[in-house]
């Protein structure tokens, strides 16, 4: 674990997919309608799973290759487009935040702590999702695949997260599931908390450099007041 960055926290960044909200049965379901539009194979949701992080581009690329088709960038390009008409459009799966993420965002809230997401998701669907799932109201901020020019792992989205909120990385946390998240936090750098009921790209949480792993949301609050002493 890494925990040469120590002290209180004042924000917190989350990623969205896999963190705050299970989306992948929404992501299955759409990639898969786009799929069998093309007349190829739909994929078991729980391989589409794997193929989370990055932003869509790269659930695109890795589902084509899956099926052993090459990722030409017009066929990459055309299927986003179907997949942006139809991602949370179509009767589809319900969308849920996991247990415990709107009582922990509220308990933060309370106590002073800013809140952001930093997603590779669309700032038009990281509003719907946030919405649908009632914990929009607590989140100050977010910085999307819309804000700027660079995506996670890169560190400029949660660079700008801090410029914005106006607190400095050292007293700032990333909370995501991945190793695009921990890649991302450490470039920053800014210290990461994993959870481990997320999307991990197939790569074990446990393996990632971080300040804590948490099983549920509900244990952030507690992990934070440890942090201000």
């Known amino acids: 674990m890494v925990r040469a960055l120590q002290g209180p926290v004042d924000a917190i960044c989350f990623d969205l997919d896999g963190t705050l909200v299970d989306t992948a049965p ?3 379901a759409t990639l898969n309608a786009v799929l069998t539009e093309r007349g190829m194979t739909p994929i078991d949701p729980s391989i589409v799973t794997t193929f989370i992080g990055g932003g869509v581009p790269r659930l695109l690329e890795r589902a084509l290759r899956h099926l052993g088709v090459s990722p030409l960038a017009s066929t990459v390009d055309t299927m986003l487009d179907r997949y942006r008409a ?3 459009n179509a009767p589809g799966p319900p969308l849920l935040a996991y247990p415990g993420v709107a009582e922990a965002l509220s308990e933060l809230a309370q106590m002073s702590i800013k809140l952001a997401v930093v997603t590779n ?3 038009r669907f990281a509003q719907t999702i946030l919405a649908r799932c009632a914990i929009a109201q ?3 901020l977010i910085v999307s695949a819309d804000t700027l020019p660079q995506r996670k792992p890169d560190p400029a989205p949660l660079r700008y997260a801090c410029d914005t909120l106006g607190v400095p990385p050292e007293r700032t946390v990333f909370v995501g599931d991945s190793s695009n998240d921990a890649l991302a936090a450490a470039a920053t750098p800014m210290r990461m908390v994993c959870v481990t009921y997320g999307y991990n790209e197939g790569k074990p949480v446990r393996q990632l450099p971080c300040a ?3 099983e549920s ?3 952030l609050p507690g992990w934070v007041r440890a942090q201000r002493g």
């Open 212 to 214: 804590a792993i948490l």
């Open 86 to 88: 139809l991602y949370l």
């Open 26 to 28: 929404c992501i299955a």
């Open 217 to 219: 949301m509900r244990e």
């Open 121 to 123: 998701t669309f700032e």
């Open 138 to 140: 607590p989140i100050q």
